[in-house]
């Protein structure tokens, strides 16, 4: 395949993001969510200070804690405790699942909509599959992850006007207790984790995609997002349960296995169990399976928009794909 004929196969992919992304943000529904959500986070800081606050005067005035650490904690303080480590992995990992459950369901859904309703017929005129897919999966995405941005917009906004008139020492008293205050984030943190985000989130959302386009009726959505979160569980849960514990060959091991590395790569480089070469790779093979899995769900959703009948198996899927 020539350099033109791959530039065919995506040529259209701004028109369609552009107009998903309208269709989304014209929804009263859609608006009304980001706004909840930006409330919702303005209100967060206020109300933990006046609950920590609450929670002070009620106990003893003599009250002390106790902290036990080992030796080398003691003589590296900026090395990551244990417990920092694991409130680490699992609020990212929390993160990435909230970002595939959101969008697995709205992506699915939208693809099953346009085949329900015929329109996917009429922009396949102009559009190849890959473009017309792509690009309602990229405008989700976008979607989603301004959904998340608002929110933590909202939250240091609400930590910045808080601390000028109250109290904020129970937020950050909690932060303290997770062991996270030692952790230093700068540009560099930031980019990686932005893009080990984008990476695993596009995963994910082209695995919705495919599974979307395997639909032939409404009621099979609930089914296919199903299968899209359990695959995202399998990845959540491994690095949680391990990822505290592994060094080494193990900890290569979460980093590089393309769905458990989705929740588990930033964390392992931040913490120092990988380095940046194996950080790099993984983003290798994120991007090598990303690729496969975009001409594998084109060539499934173009032979599969006519269709309609019983659910296809993986067989039939593979089928559909030239496998």
């Known amino acids: 395949m020539n350099m033109s004929e791959k530039k065919s196969r995506i040529q259209g992919t701004g028109k369609v ?11 009263r529904t859609n608006r ?44 590296n303080p900026e090395l990551l405790s244990s417990d920092a480590k694991f409130v680490l992995q699992y609020g990212y ?4 699942l909230m970002l595939i459950t959101i969008s697995s369901s709205y992506i699915i859904r939208s693809v099953v909509e346009e085949k329900a309703s015929r329109l996917v017929e009429f922009l396949m005129v102009s559009v190849k599959p890959l473009a017309l897919i792509l690009g309602k999966i990229l405008a989700v995405m976008t979607y989603i992850f301004v959904m998340f941005a608002v929110t933590a917009a909202g939250l240091v906004c ?25 952790l230093e984030i700068g540009p560099q943190t930031v980019l990686i984790t932005v893009v080990s985000l984008v ?27 199903t299968q899209v ?15 505290n514990t592994v060094s080494g060959t193990g900890a290569v091991l979460l980093a590089l296995c393309p769905v458990v590395s989705v ?3 930033p964390v392992q480089f931040v913490t120092e169990a990988v380095g940046l070469p194996i950080l790099l790779a993984s983003w290798g093979i994120q991007a ?14 173009g032979g599969l928009i006519m269709y309609r009948g019983r659910k296809l198996q993986m067989k039939d899927l593979l089928k559909k794909g030239g496998f």
Do not use: H
């Not at 910045?160 to 062991?179: H, N, S, Y």
């Not at 596009?202 to 695995?207: C, E, G, R």
């Open 17 to 27: 993001y552009r107009f998903t992304i309208a269709q989304l943000m014209k929804s």
């Open 32 to 75: 009304w969510t980001l706004l909840l959500l930006l409330i919702f986070a303005l209100a967060s800081v206020p109300l933990m200070s006046l609950t920590g606050q609450e929670s002070a005067g009620t106990g003893s005035a003599g009250s002390f804690t106790v902290q036990v650490e080992t030796l080398t904690a003691y003589e």
């Open 93 to 96: 990992s929390i993160l990435v």
């Open 158 to 182: 609400s930590y910045i006007i808080t601390a000028r008139f109250m109290d904020v020492g129970a937020v950050r008293g909690l932060l303290e207790q997770a062991g996270l205050t030692s």
């Open 199 to 225: 990476l695993g989130y596009l995963t994910f959302s082209i695995l919705a995609g495919l599974s979307g386009a395997a639909c032939s009726n409404m009621e099979e959505v609930e089914g296919a997002a």
């Open 229 to 243: 979160v359990i695959l995202g569980l399998i990845g959540y849960m491994v690095p949680v349960i391990f990822g």
């Open 263 to 265: 929740f588990s790569a």
């Open 288 to 301: 090598a399976v990303i690729c496969i899995l975009s001409v594998f769900m084109a060539k499934v959703y």
